[in-house]
């Protein structure tokens, strides 16, 4: 298993312009340049990053070329003041991303926040989106959930690292089904834990808000959708899923029992294998 410093030292990293912004991004990537399908782009929500998809990349990667990228504002991409980090903004990023690598066709996976953008960009382009996973996404008006929303008070930005970990460490372990993995855990803080780092945090959590789920057009999303939700999420509620499935028109419900909000980390065996198939099946 790959810890966080062996997962950010692997990372490479490009040059992305956001609304005029030039903004550094960094990405995980691995698997075959060639394979019987598009890349497979995962996509993470807040208060995470690429490193979230620790044990589903690898797994996926045997086949499939696989990349991760850091949202803007997160993990090793720009995180300085100055720029727009919403769904509408990381939908700018995540496109630009693409154009960058010479992408025109993926397999899109996205979490929690990440599931707002890939929501938007398969709506907004969905000529360039095969099949689309959403897990425990935000959509409609799901979110912001009362922790996160608590991150973007003003307060936050002046609180001491030690009640910054505090909350963190609450969120990770409340958000996780059973006994939350220390490594998990250590890996999804460390970004967080410096002074520019915890700034961008609290950025980060201002700038979510139901505007940019809400005008999103689902029915104009093509991609076969498999809903990879962990069912006993209380933070995005698996009612959300079963909307999606009928506003969606080719979206299949999988749910996955014992995970909650973390569902990649809870079930990473059965979120992997359930992954893989759903891939091969929309291939064949």
């Not at 992408?103 to 360039?128: K, Q, S």
């Not at 933070?235 to 969606?248: G, V």
């Amino acid at each position: 298993m790959v810890d966080h410093e062996t997962w950010s030292e692997r990372q490479s990293s490009t040059t992305v312009a956001v609304d005029g912004h030039d903004l550094e991004v960094a990405y995980y990537e691995d698997g075959p340049d060639e394979s019987d399908g598009p890349p497979v782009v995962f996509v993470h929500g807040i208060p995470t990053w690429s490193f979230l998809w620790r044990d589903i990349v690898p797994a996926i990667a045997d086949d499939r070329r696989t990349i991760a990228p850091d949202l803007v504002g997160y993990g090793n991409s720009a995180m300085h003041d100055g720029f727009d980090r919403s769904i509408r903004a990381q939908e700018a990023m995540l496109e630009a991303l693409l154009a960058d690598l010479d992408v025109d066709r993926i397999a899109l996976v996205a979490h929690d926040i990440g599931g707002g953008v890939a929501l938007r960009f398969a709506a907004h382009n969905p000529e360039m989106v095969d099949q689309l996973v959403l897990s425990n996404a935000v959509c409609y008006d799901s979110w912001p959930v009362e922790f996160v929303s608590n991150l973007g008070l003003p307060s936050t930005a002046e609180i001491g690292r030690e009640e910054l970990e505090g909350r963190l460490d609450a969120a990770f372990v409340e958000g996780a089904y059973g006994e939350a993995d220390p490594e998990f855990i250590a890996g999804m803080k460390a970004p967080w834990l410096t002074d520019e780092g915890h700034v961008s945090l609290v950025r980060n959590a201002v700038s979510t808000n139901t505007n940019h789920t809400m005008e999103i057009d689902y029915g104009a999303i093509t991609a076969e959708t498999l809903l990879l939700w962990g069912e006993d999420d209380v933070m995005q509620p698996y009612d959300y899923a079963e909307q999606l499935a009928t506003d969606i028109p080719a979206a299949e419900l999988a749910p996955l029992s014992e995970a909650y909000h973390w569902v990649p980390e809870d079930q990473s065996d059965a979120y992997a294998d359930r992954l893989g198939e759903f891939l091969t099946e929309s291939n064949t």
